[in-house]
């Protein structure tokens, strides 16, 4: 649960009863936790842009067939747009 005590709640506030975190008012002896949440997000984010921008830079045939298919996809676009 929330480990709620004390009035109006029927639950008496002891420090026996109340957890180590709670008693301590969340700050832990265990020193600070990692939140693995945030490192994968950020390690995804970081491999995959790499992953697909690193290419781009790194080898030459990859950089230009990639600016002829941009190219090529934006001149579809405009050709639509103007025949609309």
Request: net charge positive; charged share 15%.
């Amino acid at each position: 649960g929330n480990h709620l005590c004390g009035p109006p709640l029927s639950k008496n506030c002891t420090s026996k009863g109340i957890p180590n975190d709670v008693a301590n008012n969340g700050s832990s002896n265990e020193g600070s936790k990692v939140n693995w949440l945030y490192v994968s997000i950020v390690l995804g984010f970081v491999m995959g842009f790499w992953g697909v921008v690193a290419p781009l830079f790194l080898i030459r045939s990859w950089r230009i067939a990639y600016y002829r298919k941009l190219d090529h996809i934006c001149g579809k676009l405009h050709v639509f747009w103007a025949t609309m």
